[in-house]
C-alpha cells in the first residue's frame, strides 16, 4: 500500500521505513541509517583517513613478552601491533555465535594448538600474517589476531581456520536445513572454512557459490601479495566507507538509499548490481535544493546526540558520562513523575532509557565497559522485563556485546566491542580552556589560592617583594573588587606591603601573575 501511495502521489514518505542516507562533501562523507525517521546508526569517514579495522598484514615479530602472554608485531605502522597469544590460536566457531556444520569429505585431525605453543611457533624475527580487529586507540597500538577472516555480503571466508558454520540469527529450521546441505557440498581446500551470514538466508545456491567465488578470488590476490612483498606490509585494505555500506547494509530490509553525489550513486549502483537488479533499483540520487541530512530531519538528530543528557519521550532523562575507564549512563524520572502507578511509571522510564542506551551506543560507538544505573525496581519481574528488552535491542548492534541482569543495586553491567575510537573523540578534541575537566575553578578558589600565595611571598621577609603587581582575570577582579577587597588591605597591614592588581582578559581564569611593581619581573614561586 505504501508502494503504492507513493507512486500515485510521486512523494516518498521519508518518516517510514528504512533507508540509508549518503553525503558526500570534499573533506567528508556520512551515512546515517533511519528506521522510520529515528536516526539508528551514524558513520562518518574523513578525507585522507581511513580504518584499518579488516585489514590484513604480513609482520614480523619484534618481541614476545611472557608476562602479558602476548607478542608485538611490527607492521609497518608507527606503533606495533599487540599480538594475544589467544588471539593467536584458531577460533571456536562457537565464540562467534555460529552453529558448526560438519564438511563433506574425511577430515584429518590436526594437532590442537595452545597458548603455551606460540612462542615456539612464532619466534622473534619470524614472520606472520595478522588482521587488525582494533585500530589504533589513543597511545596504544592497533590489536591483531591471527584468525583472518574475509567478509562477503553472504559468506565469510576463513582462509585459516578449518570450521564450516550458520549464523545462529538464521532462526527458521527448514532454512537452517537447507543452507547446511548447500554448505555440506561446498569444496574448499582443508584448511579453509566458512560461515553463513544471516543475509544469505532465502538466497540460492548459485548466489551463494558466486560470493564464494569473489572471497576465494580476493583470497589469492592477497597471498600473491604475501608472498611477493617482504615484511611488513599490506596484503588487503578494508574497503572504505560507500563499499562497505554496500557490502553490510544493503538488505533486503533497507527501502531506499538516497545520496547526493551522482558519481558516488553510479559507483554503488554498479556495486549493487552483482547483488541483484532490484537493490540497484532502491538507489537514488537526491537533488533537492534543501541539503541532504537537513531534508531527512537528520542534522537535528546529531545534534541532539552528542549532549551529555538525552531526554526520553516520557519525560525522563539519561545521563552520559565516558570516562578512561568506562561509560557511566545514569537513569532519571525527570518530568515524568505524573502517573498514579509508580511501579508502572519506573518500569515505563527504564524500558525507554533501555532503548535509547542500546541506540546511544550505536550512535556514540562507544565500547569497553558499560554501567547503566536505572532507576530502582521493587519487582524481579520488571528488572528482568529492562533486561530483556536491552537484550532485544542490542541485537541490531554489529558489535559483540555482553549484558548482565540487573544487580541488587539497580546496576547493569555490560560490554561492548571497541573497534575504533569513539564518535565523539573523532569529532571532538578536549577544550583548550578546561583541559578536558569540563570544569574551572570558582572565582572564590582563585581568591583564596591568591590571597595564599601572597602571604607564602610576603612572608618572606624580603624588601624588594613588598611592592608587589598582581595580573589577574576580570571575573576574579571582579570578586577581589567587591567581596575580598578587605582581606587584601588586611594582608597589606599585616606584612606592611602595597599590591597593585590589574585585570588582563587574556589570562585563563585560572592564572594568576605575580611582579615585582618597579621592575616588572614575574615572581614564580
Given at each position: 500500500?505504501?508502494?503504492?501511495?507513493?507512486?500515485?502521489?510521486?512523494?516518498?514518505?521519508?518518516?517510514?521505513?528504512?533507508?540509508?542516507?549518503?553525503?558526500?562533501?570534499?573533506?567528508e562523507n556520512r551515512v546515517a541509517l533511519l528506521d522510520n525517521g529515528?536516526?539508528?546508526?551514524?558513520?562518518?569517514?574523513?578525507?585522507?583517513?581511513?580504518?584499518?579495522?579488516?585489514?590484513?598484514?604480513?609482520?614480523?615479530?619484534?618481541?614476545?613478552?611472557?608476562?602479558?602472554?602476548?607478542?608485538?608485531?611490527?607492521?609497518?605502522?608507527?606503533?606495533?601491533?599487540?599480538?594475544?597469544?589467544?588471539?593467536?590460536?584458531?577460533?571456536?566457531?562457537?565464540?562467534?555465535?555460529?552453529?558448526?556444520?560438519?564438511?563433506?569429505?574425511?577430515?584429518?585431525?590436526?594437532?590442537?594448538?595452545?597458548?603455551?605453543?606460540?612462542?615456539?611457533?612464532?619466534?622473534?624475527?619470524?614472520?606472520?600474517?595478522?588482521?587488525?580487529?582494533?585500530?589504533?586507540?589513543?597511545?596504544?597500538?592497533?590489536?591483531?589476531?591471527?584468525?583472518?577472516?574475509?567478509?562477503?555480503?553472504?559468506?565469510?571466508?576463513?582462509?585459516?581456520?578449518?570450521?564450516?558454520?550458520?549464523?545462529?540469527?538464521?532462526?527458521?529450521?527448514?532454512?537452517?536445513?537447507?543452507?547446511?546441505?548447500?554448505?555440506?557440498?561446498?569444496?574448499?581446500?582443508?584448511?579453509?572454512?566458512?560461515?553463513?551470514?544471516?543475509?544469505?538466508?532465502?538466497?540460492?545456491?548459485?548466489?551463494?557459490?558466486?560470493?564464494?567465488?569473489?572471497?576465494?578470488?580476493q583470497w589469492n590476490d592477497i597471498v600473491a601479495k604475501r608472498d611477493?612483498?617482504?615484511?611488513?606490509?599490506?596484503?588487503?585494505?578494508?574497503?572504505?566507507?560507500?563499499?562497505?555500506?554496500?557490502?553490510?547494509?544493503?538488505?533486503?530490509?533497507?527501502?531506499?538509499?538516497?545520496?547526493?553525489?551522482?558519481?558516488?550513486?553510479?559507483?554503488?549502483?554498479?556495486?549493487?548490481?552483482?547483488?541483484?537488479?532490484?537493490?540497484?533499483?532502491?538507489?537514488?540520487?537526491?537533488?533537492?535544493?534543501?541539503?541532504?541530512?537537513?531534508?531527512?530531519?537528520?542534522?537535528?538528530?546529531?545534534?541532539?546526540?552528542?549532549?551529555?543528557?538525552?531526554?526520553?519521550?516520557?519525560?525522563?532523562?539519561?545521563?552520559?558520562?565516558?570516562?578512561?575507564?568506562?561509560?557511566?549512563?545514569?537513569?532519571?524520572?525527570?518530568?515524568?513523575?505524573?502517573?498514579?502507578?509508580?511501579?508502572?511509571?519506573?518500569?515505563?522510564?527504564?524500558?525507554?532509557?533501555?532503548?535509547?542506551?542500546?541506540?546511544?551506543?550505536?550512535?556514540?560507538?562507544?565500547?569497553?565497559?558499560?554501567?547503566?544505573?536505572?532507576?530502582?525496581?521493587?519487582?524481579?519481574?520488571?528488572?528482568?522485563?529492562?533486561?530483556?528488552?536491552?537484550?532485544?535491542?542490542?541485537?541490531?548492534?554489529?558489535?559483540?556485546?555482553?549484558?548482565?541482569?540487573?544487580?541488587?543495586?539497580?546496576?547493569?553491567?555490560?560490554?561492548?566491542?571497541?573497534?575504533?575510537?569513539?564518535?565523539?573523540?573523532?569529532?571532538?578534541?578536549?577544550?583548550?580552556?578546561?583541559?578536558?575537566?569540563?570544569?574551572?575553578?570558582?572565582?572564590?578558589?582563585?581568591?583564596?589560592?591568591?590571597?595564599?600565595?601572597?602571604?607564602?611571598?610576603?612572608?618572606?621577609?624580603?624588601?624588594?617583594?613588598?611592592?608587589?603587581?598582581?595580573?589577574?582575570?576580570?571575573?576574579?577582579?571582579?570578586?577581589?573588587?567587591?567581596?575580598?577587597?578587605?582581606?587584601?588591605?588586611?594582608?597589606?597591614?599585616?606584612?606592611?606591603?602595597?599590591?597593585?592588581?590589574?585585570?588582563?582578559?587574556?589570562?585563563?581564569?585560572?592564572?594568576?601573575?605575580?611582579?615585582?611593581?618597579?621592575?616588572?619581573?614575574?615572581?614564580?614561586?
Amino acid at each position: 500500500m505504501k508502494r503504492i501511495k507513493e507512486f500515485i502521489t510521486g512523494k516518498k514518505d521519508i518518516k517510514s521505513g528504512t533507508r540509508l542516507v549518503i553525503n558526500c562533501e570534499k573533506l567528508e562523507n556520512r551515512v546515517a541509517l533511519l528506521d522510520n525517521g529515528v536516526l539508528e546508526e551514524y558513520t562518518i569517514e574523513r578525507v585522507g583517513t581511513s580504518t584499518i579495522v579488516g585489514s590484513i598484514f604480513k609482520g614480523r615479530v619484534k618481541n614476545i613478552e611472557q608476562g602479558l602472554k602476548a607478542m608485538f608485531i611490527d607492521i609497518g605502522l608507527d606503533k606495533n601491533a599487540f599480538l594475544h597469544f589467544w588471539d593467536a590460536i584458531p577460533e571456536a566457531l562457537s565464540n562467534q555465535g555460529m552453529e558448526e556444520v560438519t564438511r563433506g569429505g574425511a577430515q584429518k585431525k590436526r594437532k590442537r594448538i595452545e597458548a603455551k605453543d606460540i612462542p615456539d611457533l612464532y619466534p622473534v624475527g619470524s614472520e606472520i600474517m595478522v588482521q587488525v580487529t582494533k585500530g589504533p586507540i589513543g597511545n596504544k597500538g592497533p590489536r591483531v589476531t591471527t584468525n583472518i577472516s574475509l567478509a562477503g555480503r553472504l559468506l565469510v571466508l576463513m582462509p585459516q581456520n578449518d570450521q564450516f558454520g550458520i549464523s545462529r540469527k538464521v532462526e527458521d529450521p527448514k532454512e537452517r536445513a537447507r543452507l547446511r546441505k548447500i554448505i555440506e557440498k561446498v569444496n574448499l581446500p582443508e584448511s579453509m572454512g566458512l560461515i553463513m551470514r544471516t543475509e544469505a538466508a532465502g538466497k540460492r545456491a548459485r548466489h551463494i557459490i558466486r560470493d564464494l567465488s569473489l572471497l576465494i578470488e580476493q583470497w589469492n590476490d592477497i597471498v600473491a601479495k604475501r608472498d611477493g612483498q617482504k615484511a611488513p606490509v599490506c596484503c588487503f585494505q578494508e574497503p572504505e566507507l560507500i563499499e562497505r555500506t554496500v557490502r553490510d547494509f544493503l538488505t533486503e530490509e533497507i527501502d531506499e538509499v538516497a545520496c547526493d553525489d551522482q558519481a558516488t550513486v553510479e559507483r554503488m549502483q554498479k556495486m549493487a548490481a552483482q547483488i541483484s537488479r532490484r537493490a540497484k533499483s532502491r538507489i537514488t540520487h537526491y537533488q533537492g535544493q534543501t541539503a541532504l541530512f537537513e531534508h531527512y530531519g537528520i542534522q537535528k538528530q546529531i545534534d541532539n546526540a552528542f549532549y551529555r543528557q538525552v531526554w526520553l519521550p516520557c519525560g525522563g532523562y539519561i545521563v552520559i558520562d565516558q570516562t578512561e575507564a568506562l561509560v557511566s549512563i545514569d537513569v532519571n524520572t525527570g518530568r515524568n513523575k505524573g502517573a498514579k502507578d509508580q511501579d508502572k511509571l519506573l518500569l515505563d522510564t527504564n524500558l525507554e532509557a533501555a532503548q535509547e542506551v542500546a541506540r546511544q551506543l550505536r550512535l556514540r560507538n562507544m565500547g569497553g565497559l558499560i554501567v547503566v544505573d536505572f532507576i530502582d525496581m521493587k519487582h524481579r519481574k520488571d528488572q528482568q522485563a529492562v533486561y530483556k528488552f536491552m537484550m532485544d535491542h542490542l541485537k541490531r548492534d554489529k558489535a559483540k556485546t555482553q549484558v548482565l541482569p540487573i544487580s541488587q543495586f539497580g546496576l547493569m553491567e555490560m560490554t561492548r566491542q571497541r573497534l575504533h575510537e569513539s564518535l565523539s573523540s573523532a569529532l571532538y578534541e578536549p577544550c583548550p580552556y578546561c583541559k578536558g575537566h569540563g570544569q574551572v575553578k570558582t572565582t572564590m578558589t582563585m581568591s583564596v589560592e591568591l590571597q595564599r600565595r601572597l602571604s607564602a611571598i610576603l612572608g618572606r621577609g624580603k624588601e624588594d617583594q613588598k611592592s608587589l603587581l598582581v595580573v589577574v582575570h576580570p571575573e576574579v577582579m571582579q570578586r577581589l573588587k567587591t567581596e575580598d577587597g578587605e582581606l587584601l588591605v588586611d594582608l597589606e597591614r599585616k606584612y606592611g606591603a602595597r599590591l597593585t592588581f590589574r585585570s588582563d582578559p587574556n589570562l585563563h581564569r585560572e592564572e594568576m601573575k605575580l611582579a615585582h611593581a618597579t621592575t616588572g619581573e614575574e615572581i614564580r614561586n
